[in-house]
Every structure is written in structure tokens, then in C-alpha cells.
């Protein structure tokens, strides 16, 4: 079994031995509202499973990783094939997959996301909105 099939199984440990971790070591730049939040250990579609198998609707869209769910093993296998060649570069530099990625969307909009200035792109982000 590749570790792209493989599910999440919780580590051992109560809840609160965890929560006690959390809250010693990671550094939460937005705090949760929530003095025992959920410790999530897999996802599977539009699912999140947290340390007690309870099962919770994952309703964060705003965030790109979970709009096309959890555990979707072709999304895996495709952005592990990427990363071994090229993790990651800052949009500061630019790179071929970036360069690809926007091509194709401009031919999906009839030509309508070339950038040539701010206000053309605020004009495109505006009408791509609607």
C-alpha cells in the first residue's frame, strides 16, 4: 500500500493531553473561539473524522485545499508526481506549471485574463466574480 492510500489513524493519547500539546507548541494565528476544539485525524469528501470518530461536515471553502475534498487520491498522486520535481517556488520568481496553469484558464476565458496592468486586472477579477 502506497502512503497516498493510506488513512490516518489517531496516535494514541486522550484529548486533552493533545490539546494540552497544541496549545504548548503550535502557534494559532487566527485563536479559535473554542477552548476544546475538534483534533481532526482524516477527511474523506466533504468529511472531517476527528480523535473520537466523530464525523463533521467540512464547511471551510474558503480555504483552496478543501473544495475538492478529502482523500481524493487522484489530487494526491498528481500534486505528489509535481512535488518531486518542484515543491514550491514564490510567485515573486515564476515557474512552468504557474506559466501552464494560467495559459489554460486564459483559453478557457476566450483570452480574457492576460495581465497588462492593475486596473485590468481588478477590471478581469471583477467580471470573473460574477
Request: include cysteine.
Amino acid at each position: 500500500m502506497s502512503s497516498v492510500d493510506q488513512q490516518p489513524q489517531p496516535l494514541g493519547g486522550t484529548k486533552e493531553e493533545w490539546l494540552e500539546k497544541d496549545r504548548k507548541y503550535v502557534w494559532h494565528h487566527i485563536s479559535p473561539h473554542n477552548d476544546h476544539p475538534m483534533i481532526a485525524v482524516s477527511g474523506e469528501g466533504s468529511w472531517i473524522t476527528d480523535q473520537d470518530g466523530t464525523r463533521y461536515l467540512d464547511a471551510m471553502s474558503g480555504l483552496w485545499c478543501v473544495n475538492v475534498g478529502h482523500g481524493r487520491e487522484e489530487i494526491a498522486r498528481s500534486a505528489y508526481e509535481q512535488m518531486k520535481a518542484l515543491a514550491y517556488v514564490p510567485m515573486t520568481q515564476s515557474h512552468e506549471p504557474a506559466i501552464l496553469l494560467a495559459e489554460k484558464l486564459n483559453d478557457w476565458l476566450e483570452g480574457n485574463i492576460e495581465y497588462s496592468s492593475p486596473t485590468r486586472v481588478q477590471m478581469q477579477m471583477r467580471w470573473l466574480s460574477k
